[in-house]
């Protein structure tokens, strides 16, 4: 396993030790639900725009608590009325763009009533990160990455450089500079 996802699991069970596991859980996005088992949950919702990774979730894990949802949430209703006492989007907001990232951490903060939130996101994405800080009651926050990041940071390097060409260091675990919020909804 690369160095940044190590680092990124480690903290995800950390926060979830740390604010006791919840039964109600919603993923935005699942993809093919790989980390549903972090969670420990009676009842998890996945959430995803993409019918052949909701296909392959379902098949995964029929029934018994799991429910998987095609949508796109930039545009369609959440298709679950009762709220959750967690909700997690990792790895998703660099692939919506950088304008819609309030709207969509807005929404999913409805979503929730009296429970966390938890956020991540690639730290270059400063101004989302400052709207989580200023807009939500961030209990707790992390940054790291790969090997190399701290040193492609410290430097500029990750800024001047797109991150497509950044991807070509990945077989050295650059790992991009990676942010994670642990925020408390009331
Ligand atoms: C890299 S995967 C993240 C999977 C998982 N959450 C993780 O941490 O590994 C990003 C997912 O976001 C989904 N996605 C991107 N934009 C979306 C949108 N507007 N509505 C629903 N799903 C979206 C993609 O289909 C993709 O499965």
Request: proline residues 3%; positive net charge.
């Amino acid at each position: 396993m690369k160095l940044y996802k190590f680092k990124f699991r480690r903290i995800l069970n950390k926060w979830l030790l740390g604010i006791g596991f919840k039964d109600r859980v919603l993923d935005f996005a699942c993809a093919d639900a790989k980390f549903t088992h972090y969670f420990y949950c009676s009842e998890y919702v996945g959430l995803d725009y993409d019918g052949e990774r909701i296909a392959s979730a379902k098949s995964r894990f029929p029934g018994g608590g799991y429910e998987f949802f095609q949508m796109d949430f930039l545009t369609d209703p959440v298709p679950v009325p009762e709220k959750f006492n967690l909700c997690v989007c990792t790895h998703t907001l660099s692939h919506i763009e950088e304008k819609d990232h309030q709207f969509v951490i807005n929404k999913l903060s409805k979503c929730v009533e009296d429970g966390f939130l938890i956020i991540h996101l690639p730290s270059r994405y400063f101004s989302t990160c400052q709207f989580l800080q200023k807009n939500f009651d961030v209990m707790q926050s992390a940054r790291y990455g790969g090997r190399l990041s701290h040193f492609f940071s410290v430097t500029g390097i990750d800024r001047v450089l797109p991150s497509l060409l950044l991807k070509g260091f990945s077989y050295l675990d650059y790992g991009s500079n990676e942010a994670i919020f642990l925020i408390k909804i009331k």
